[in-house]
């Protein structure tokens, strides 16, 4: 949520009270005036210095490598780089599983330490052998054979690392020569070092930098490349586009009040990865580093400049794409990653391995979340649930916005609003519902708020530029204080804030919702805090931003899951983000609009976060600001249904938007919506427990289930839920049809309504009257669905399946599978899961079978839970006769029913349990 001037007006009395206050509202009340953001507030690279310098081509320096330095231990080659102006240490690691790790360094004498954010990753990642024999030394390079199967060239003079396949250049470093390095220094008033270096202003505020500046900067090329991906969080296109005589990509976490479109504008959070994908190869680079980063990108062939000569060498073709990513940070260390695949799903496997997994959410985190600033008091809170219930509506979650607390003291409740939460939360989780609350970073400056003086006392708060007061900042409270949670016993402080003793009225039924932790201070330079504000261990808050608010929210998650003794799983929802958010949050994308535009950037947004490693990701519903119309809204829960976080949400000023107040017709809409989302749970859930193990996004873009199929390399418009799902929502006002692209080859589709099959590729046309979500059955899947739709997604758990099966272009096969378990405890790793597929599949002339297996003897869980309908797409024989066998012996005879108009077949009472193997006989 963000500062809206009518808003302030409102509470001005009481939130802010000081001069400093005042002055506050009067400049955010002129921002306001116009309806889009003050571009005049956040920087440009121009205001940057040392955005400026590094891309500027004439400060380029010059780096060789020693030769005599290059060392090469058993899994890392190590050398000293040398420009005229200083001496950096080189190592090359070599990692499991096709990755291969870029360390640059100052050396061990620098003045000081520069910060790297390995809190990041999930892990410490091994290290593989390389051997003697895979080593070739020369005068001008050392050239190493990975055990990956790549070809790996130093190249000394001038440095440069290329990356091989085969005979394929596929990566270069440094082949622009952009490496940069502003080392640590001492004042020498004798010496220019360029503008902003020592100290740099931006409209009111001043950062002064006491060492100078610590800049880096490289280039990385991606050679046989034309689309890159990646770099969430922008509110731009989903391919990225060349930034050449533009601004770069900016990354550093802001809160932008009213963000635009179709700009590289930088936003809440930031994730520095780009992933390359072409017909034959994907392939991606992580730059590791938490402080402000911008980065160019460029589009041209690599058959000119200086990796001509190794693509010459190689390729026939002359005209080979090449696109170079310029990264630009403002300081930390040169630490990048390069995942070199070969498929999509090797690239995201191996990416989540060094940064994690979004771990298996409980389920009702995948459901319907209804949220709105602010549901007022608890009678308001009885309402809405209770309306949700009168007008057949499921919903899984409400939730409390900041005005639920006593004066903006998160962990507290407002004595008259919310006199008995225990009492409330209660209420919903009477009907297999949960809450959530809004807890932020800033801590209100108030003697007698028990976390302000905890912290106070015990020193957790950031401090300011000279380490001495605490760092104090405007924010919804007034007058706050900033936890540090760089500070590992800050850490440990706020996860212990989540217990059900120090959280009053805190039950097992409430979750959180971690907002303003990019952070965002009212008061500070781009509404954020001072770059020279100190943290713990020294460290200034300009090397650190942009994972800020990633300790918050793993904090966060780590008190969730010490308040149940590790039984239940927490849920997050985090606004700020950075690499490895997902371990432990879900992630929004912020404060939205309630226009054709945001619904139509919420895709690309939600696709990026989703190839960078983050798959819980939605948009709010209705967009925040602004009143939305009727049919905005339907098209938007539309599309939403089909994405994987789906949570309505609304800013104060807004008139209320339960579903029910408006038209018959939108609201029948909207529960249509919400109770397709419902039906499809079971096959969410899975997707989710599937990427829990190989890293996949749920929210997939078409070229990662399709590689090869260049036409939908820039899809912003249609996406994939999981392998079997294809969506294209309608995203345009007063559209009466839409246009979409089906993709792949040999491969059959079938209209989720109609069941008509259309082949690929191809582009169709598709009716779209109020009620029409346009969706696709990939032939050749089954999909699990639950068709008894219940007030709530727990009260469906033990509720019977329905397997949607298409048959694929010839008719003969199709498969899929199914992970159950209890839905919010940790119980699946003590086995108490199941993970079965099913398969149908033809047979002989006259036999087609549906068999079911399990996939992972390990789990255990059998509950009750039968199927009760098969629906079998593309059926184009004549069924005879369909028996059940749950032995070879005493077959079933089940009742069918068949059109031949639409070759469907469904499949009656089957009653087979998902938890025990089955096969059906389907004789024609
Ligand atoms: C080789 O050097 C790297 C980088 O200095 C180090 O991390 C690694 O542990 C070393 N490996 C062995 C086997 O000594
Ligand atoms: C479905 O079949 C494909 C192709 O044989 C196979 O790669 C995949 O693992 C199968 N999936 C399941 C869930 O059995």
Not at 101 to 124: F, G, K, M, S, T
Not at 249 to 271: C, I, K, P, Q, W
Not at 880 to 899: I, K
Request: with cysteine; glycine share 6%; aromatic share 12%.
């Amino acid at each position: 949520m963000n500062a809206d001037h009518q808003h302030i007006h409102k509470h001005s009395e009481v939130d802010l009270s000081n001069l400093m206050g005042r002055l506050l509202v009067f400049l955010l009340s002129v921002l306001a005036l116009s309806s889009a953001v003050d571009r005049s507030n956040f920087k440009t690279c121009d205001q940057s210095g040392f955005c400026k310098r590094h891309r500027n081509p004439a400060t380029k320096v010059e780096y060789a490598v020693i030769g005599d330095s290059v060392k090469i231990n058993e899994t890392s080659v190590n050398a000293v780089l040398k420009s005229a102006e200083n001496e950096l240490h080189l190592s090359v690691l070599f990692l499991e599983d096709s990755t291969i790790r870029v360390l640059i360094d100052e050396n061990a004498n620098a003045l000081r330490a520069r910060y790297q954010p390995l809190d990041a990753l999930a892990r410490e990642p091994s290290q593989q052998r390389i051997a003697e024999s895979d080593v070739t030394r020369t005068e001008e390079s050392v050239v190493i054979n990975a055990p990956s199967g790549h070809t790996i060239s130093v190249q000394f003079k001038p440095f440069r690392i290329d990356v091989q396949k085969k005979d394929e250049l596929l990566l270069s470093l440094n082949s622009g020569s952009f490496l940069k390095f502003e080392h640590f220094r001492t004042k020498d008033e004798s010496r220019d070092d360029g503008e902003g270096f020592w100290e740099e202003s931006f409209k009111s505020h001043t950062d002064s930098k006491p060492h100078g500046s610590s800049s880096v900067g490289m280039d990385v090329s991606f050679v046989g490349f034309k689309f890159v991906y990646g770099l969430p969080e922008h509110a731009d296109s989903f391919v990225l586009h060349s930034t050449a005589g533009q601004e770069p990509y900016r990354m550093y976490n802001l809160d932008v009040f009213e963000f635009e479109l179709n700009t590289n504008m930088a936003l809440y959070g930031s994730v520095p990865y780009i992933i390359a994908h072409n017909p034959k190869q994907s392939a991606s680079v992580l730059w590791l580093n938490a402080a402000e980063t911008w980065i160019d990108i460029d589009s041209s062939t690599a058959d000119k400049g200086v990796l001509a000569s190794l693509v010459d060498k190689f390729r026939s073709s002359q005209e080979v794409p090449q696109i170079d990513a310029h990264f630009m940070s403002e300081s930390g260390l040169i630490d990048v990653f390069l995942f070199l695949g070969p498929t999509p799903n090797d690239v995201f496997r191996q990416y989540s391995t060094l940064t994690g997994v979004y771990p298996l959410p409980p389920q009702f985190a995948i459901a319907y979340h209804q949220c709105r600033w602010n549901y007022n008091d608890e009678e308001d809170v009885a309402n809405v649930h209770a309306g949700f219930d009168e007008h057949d509506i499921p919903m899984d979650v409400l939730w409390l916005d900041i005005e639920h607390t006593d004066g903006k003291k998160y962990f507290t409740w407002d004595p008259v609003k919310f006199a008995n939460p225990q009492k409330m939360i209660n209420e919903l989780a009477a009907k297999g519902r949960k809450m959530v609350t809004i807890i932020d970073p800033h801590i209100k400056k108030d003697d007698g708020y028990h976390v302000y003086k905890d912290a106070k006392d015990l020193g957790f708060f950031i401090k300011d530029k000279d380490g001495a007061k605490d760092y104090e900042g405007h924010c919804w409270p007034g007058a706050s204080m900033y936890l540090d949670f760089v500070n590992p016993a800050v850490r440990d402080y706020w996860a212990g804030k989540f217990s059900y003793e120090q959280y009053s009225g805190s039950t097992k039924d409430l979750f959180t919702w971690n907002d303003m932790n990019e952070p965002s201070v009212f008061s500070g330079p781009e509404v954020t805090m001072h770059k020279d504000a100190k943290h713990y261990d020294d460290w200034e808050h300009r090397d650190i931003h942009n994972i800020y608010g990633f300790y918050q929210h793993s904090s966060t998650y780590r008190g969730q899951q010490m308040r149940s003794n590790n039984k239940l799983r927490p849920f997050v929802l985090t606004r700020s983000f950075f690499v490895g958010s997902q371990r432990t949050a879900a992630v929004w994308t912020g404060d939205n609009m309630a226009d054709w535009g945001h619904l139509k950037s919420s895709v690309p947004m939600l696709l990026s976060l989703s190839v960078a490693g983050i798959p819980h990701v939605g948009a709010d519903v209705g967009g925040f600001f602004k009143n939305v119309d009727e049919q905005l809204l339907a098209r938007w829960y539309q599309a939403a249904a089909f994405q994987p976080f789906f949570r309505a949400h609304a800013h104060i000023d807004c008139k209320r938007r339960e579903p029910w107040l408006f038209s018959e017709g939108t609201k029948n809409v909207i529960r249509d919506a919400i109770r397709t989302r419902y039906s499809f749970l079971p096959y969410w859930y899975t997707l989710f427990y599937e990427h829990s193990i190989v890293g996949k996004p749920v929210m997939r873009p078409l070229w990662s289930e399709f590689p090869e199929d260049e036409s939908s390399f820039d899809e912003e418009r249609e996406w994939m839920v999981g392998s079997a799902v294809l969506v294209r929502p309608v995203m345009d006002p007063d559209v009466e049809s839409v246009s979409l692209y089906l993709p792949g080859r040999n491969e059959v589709w079938y209209e989720w309504d109609t069941h008509k099959a259309r082949r690929s590729p191809g582009a169709v046309y598709v009716d779209t009257p109020m009620s029409k979500i346009p969706h696709f059955q990939r032939g050749g899947t089954i999909i699990p669905m639950r068709e008894r739709i219940r007030r709530a997604s727990s009260l469906m758990k033990d509720d019977p399946i329905t397997l949607y099966i298409a048959s694929n272009y010839k008719g003969d096969f199709a498969n899929g599978s199914l992970y159950l378990d209890d839905g919010e405890s940790y119980e699946y790793k003590n086995g108490n899961y199941l993970y079965w597929s099913f398969q149908y599949k033809k047979e002989g002339e006259s036999l087609y079978t549906i068999k079911s297996k399990n996939l992972d003897e390990s789990g255990v869980y059998d509950p009750d839970v039968y199927i009760e309908k098969i629906v079998i797409r593309g059926v184009r024989y004549y069924p005879r006769s369909v028996h059940m066998y749950y032995d070879d012996y005493n077959p079933e005879t089940l009742e069918f029913s068949h059109d031949r108009d639409s070759h469907v077949m469904v499949i009656r009472k089957p009653s087979a349990f998902v938890s025990r193997e089955f096969r059906i006989d389907i004789h024609t």
